[in-house]
């Protein structure tokens, strides 16, 4: 069970990260990054045409510090200055103030789809739709049929056999992705083994080994043409695919009043311009997706990810700091969905909460509540040094902001433009088990509540997440993609069952009923019978006249046995005759193979 992040404890991540931004952040653009390719294997391809390298070296550090210096510049807007005589103390007595009614009449939250889409898989193709694949196998029979024609095959090659993958053989191949995640193993190579102990059938009855590699390495989403393309046109590689995807998260599903915005890393330490680095994180290299969700079911609603300053760059209010326009940009999405949208409640953390970021969204008649760095620009003294008495709090208010710095295992600072400073008594858990009672402000339990929203989704998608190594920075995303498409099929899923007042299944059991659905009647074809045997022994008993040749040399089919120290001989004549131009001594050893019936399996 996912665990809720609490304003007194930092949230933990894993290898697909929804993480906070809260700490420290370097974030490097080097033109050759070398570091780390060890921990990533090749795609036994051509990697070296997905990487993207800036054309000139530089590092940009983010700290808390450097923010507040951004901050200054861009922060006083409408009045909001840090003039402490405008902030009232309401540590005592905090009138309720008017909050702005939450709708967004005529439509309604939830699930935007039809009452008959009730299977997995038609739920996920509102996603993954049948456009959307047909591009990806466009791309891929391309992209393959090029690098094919462009190399010198050896004899035992696999490309050999290449044929163009088709619609049925695509979605069956996402069914054994789907399935891996749901067995982890070693290797990709462990799911074709042929052990008693580990064979596992349906991996081998849907494809053959080859024929998933072949798919899985030559995978494309995007061409981009030789040569130096520019950056923008080389994120297009992954850019085209996530930017189809979240046009289908929004399209088919509106969010309930709280919202969350929170950010995904995806790990990932290859070459790349626009690679970030947190060292205090548990998954420290990565490339960042910032991310607009559902607080009470985790549904990624909208996403913008990250691509160096080509993304910061474009967009919106750029006079603003940058920390502001982006909860403002995936907020605008929202409400480019739902016009008629009011009374939103959005929740940051502290690296976003901010109160020129408070005073924009309620221009756009949405309410914020999150953590704030006690530094930030135009807060009160008070705030920024708090004294505290026996209470353990301080609340000041300005109009309709509230800050509130609050004493609990640490000192946490809070901003919102909905809650009021009203304290109310909860239990809590001690190391000795006893559960005391304390004092916690309404904003910190309203935070704590409503503020996992992104990290509920980070909690589905890592539970069967396929994450294979790779030096391509956008098959990392491809693959982060598909799983956020099955993640909100799954909360799709829920609330449309419980809305029918029918119980779900669990997720785990809805990813292997989509697995079985997108694979359908496809299996790999039947394999040819092995009639070698019988074929050479056809034609070494036909009794017609065999032909002698010498060449190099080969182990005697009839007496060399390699299994036997010392057993192994060789010779350079062999049958040119027979079908398997067989290495055998002149005499008795010829005579046997030519003439002997039984046994024959010695020889064959």
Known sequence: MAKKRSVEEPSTSRNLEFSSSEDELYVFEKENWRNGVDEHESDNYDSSDSDILPKKKRVMRITDSDTDDELSQSENINGDNDDSSEWENVTERDDIFQQIKFTISPKVTGPQISPNIVEPIDIFKLYFTDELVDNIIKETNKYANSKISGKRLTKRSIWNNWKNVEKEEFWAFLSLIFNMGTMPLENKFEYWSTSNISRIPFYSDTFTRDRFNQIFWMLHLKEIPPGYPSLKTRIQRASNFLEY????????FIPEQCISVDEAVVQFKGKIGFITYNPIKPTKWGKRIYVLADSKSGYVYSILPYYGSITTENLPNPELPVTTRIPLYLYKKLLEKIPSAEGYHMFTDRYYTSLSLATELLKLKCHLTGTIKPN?????????????????????????????????????????????????????????????????????????????????????????????????????????????????????????????????????????????????????????????SNLQTEDRLDGKFQVIRTGTKKDCVVCSDRKTPGGRRETRNYCDTCSKKPGIHIGDCWEKYHTQKKNISNFV
Request: aromatic content about 10%; charged content about 30%.
């Open 245 to 252: 995807i979240d046009s289908k998260f929004s399209q088919h």
């Open 376 to 532: 930030r620009k135009g807060l009160p003294e008070e705030i920024k040094k708090p004294k505290f008495t026996i209470k353990n709090r301080i609340a000041l208010r300005k109009r309709n902001t509230l800050v509130l710095a609050w004493k609990g295992k640490k000192v946490v600072t809070m901003l919102s433009t909905w809650d009021t400073a009203k304290i109310t008594q909860v239990n809590r858990k001690i190391r000795s088990g006893e559960e005391i009672s304390i004092d916690k402000p309404d904003i910190a339990t309203n935070y704590t509540k409503s503020m996992g929203g992104v990290d509920r989704a980070d909690h589905y998608a890592v539970s069967y997440s396929f994450l294979r190594k790779s030096l391509k920075w956008w098959r990392k995303l491809f693959f982060w993609g598909l799983e956020i498409c099955c993640v909100n099929s799954y909360i799709i899923y829920r609330q449309q069952r419980q809305q029918m007042n029918l119980k779900p299944v669990s997720h785990l059991k809805f990813r292997k009923i989509l697995v079985e659905q997108l694979r359908g009647d496809f299996r790999t074809p039947a394999q040819p019978q092995r009639r070698a």
